[in-house]
């Protein structure tokens, strides 16, 4: 399997992109890296002369092409879409500068329990490998974890997708919440009778939430990634738009997924506070969709001495880097989230630190 490192030659990097997007399982090797190379040295495609085109990489989906120039490398980076082949189908590429600092492989953790109760976590999980066959995923534990690898453009449709799942089920719940209110509002008569021939709730078809007024109290809701909101909740984005707005919120975290409820601060205030400090939210986490990126260094299964080097390491680090990286410390595993070169530079003394203590 080839490396990185087979690009690391002298001046290649500046020379070399970064493709990724390509199908997998669909051809051989060879025909992919063939097909890869006749892209790039179309001049429609502003291509030149290819030198090497590494396929497969330690990540799939993955390969990287050194051209003969740096300047056609600029060119094919400054054109905005690219697709593989007519003959291919639609399958448009991304092409992105090649550096030592960009985490073209991502590793991350997801918990799925959340969705258990909605649908089959084996099911949820085959069709997420259907939907993204670039990913691998380990083995589904007990407890709805899951372990994903693939590049960060992957891990991020997948994110995307479970967030979509999560928002339609909770408007989902919503809307069968607001359906149910109204039938009671509409046939109070029927609902009282009910309940003295009964011991059944008048509201018995409502959720719990409902029945306690937390929907009602809601104006807007938004479901985004928790890694997202706590790093909103870190730069102080967060508070300054919940002041700038007038507004407040209740927030439920459930592992991979946050849900928010955005609620104006006083009665009287204009409700289109609520749906703009909402759209702002949206817009500010899209952003650090594409830039944050997310190491995790995994305690399971490590010795106690080396878990314990481990947090060290990235307690004494998390100091100096409190303004530019969130470090979540877990029982089973440590996340660390900013911009890929702080990810980069953290993880890179983390394992300095550790090779320096064995010793």
């Known amino acids: 399997m080839a490396s990185v490192l087979n690009v690391k030659e002298s001046k290649a990097s500046e020379r070399t992109v970064v493709v990724a997007g390509l199908p997998v399982g669909l051809f051989s090797d060879l025909l992919l890296t063939t097909l890869v190379k006749r892209h790039f040295q179309d001049i429609q495609n502003e291509g030149g002369v290819v030198e090497n085109v590494i396929y497969p990489t330690r ?94 453009l992957a891990i991020k449709k997948l994110k995307e997708s479970l967030l979509f799942k999560a928002s339609s089920l909770l408007e989902k719940n919503r ?26 709730s008048p509201r018995s078809s409502v959720p719990e939430t409902a029945r306690r007024g937390e929907t009602a109290k809601c104006g807007e809701t938004l479901v985004l990634d928790t890694d997202v909101f706590l790093y909103l909740k870190k730069n102080g984005v967060y508070e300054s738009t919940l002041r700038k707005y007038h507004v407040l919120c209740q927030e439920r975290v459930e592992g991979e997924i946050t849900t928010i409820c955005i609620k104006n601060v006083r009665d009287g205030l204009r409700p289109n506070n609520e749906k703009l400090a909402k759209e702002y939210f949206e817009k ?76």
């Open 59 to 152: 990540t799939m989906g993955i390969a990287y092409v050194t051209f003969k120039e740096k300047k056609v490398a600029e060119n094919v980076i400054r054109k905005k879409k690219h697709y593989l082949a007519e003959k291919v189908g639609p399958i448009q590429l991304t092409v992105s500068h090649f550096s030592e600092k960009v985490l073209i492989s991502v590793n991350a953790i997801l918990d799925l329990s959340v969705f258990r109760g909605q649908f089959p976590l084996e099911s949820l999980v085959r069709d997420l490998k259907k939907k993204i066959p670039s990913l691998c995923f380990s083995p589904l534990k007990q407890n709805g974890r899951i372990s994903v690898q693939g590049s960060f």
């Open 175 to 200: 809307s069968c919440i607001s359906e149910a209110e109204k039938r009671s509002r509409q046939s109070p008569r029927r609902s009282l009778q009910r309940s003295n021939n009964s011991l059944e």
């Open 284 to 359: 500010y986490s899209h952003a650090l969709h594409f830039e944050l990126r997310k190491e995790t260094f995994d305690l399971e299964g490590k010795e106690k001495r080396e878990r314990g080097n481990i947090k060290l390491a990235c307690e004494q680090l998390s100091l100096r880097y409190h303004q530019k990286l969130l470090v979540n410390f877990y029982k089973t595993h440590i996340d660390i989230i900013g911009s890929s070169s702080d990810v980069y530079s953290f993880k890179k003394e983390v394992m300095k630190f550790i090779r320096q203590t064995v010793r």
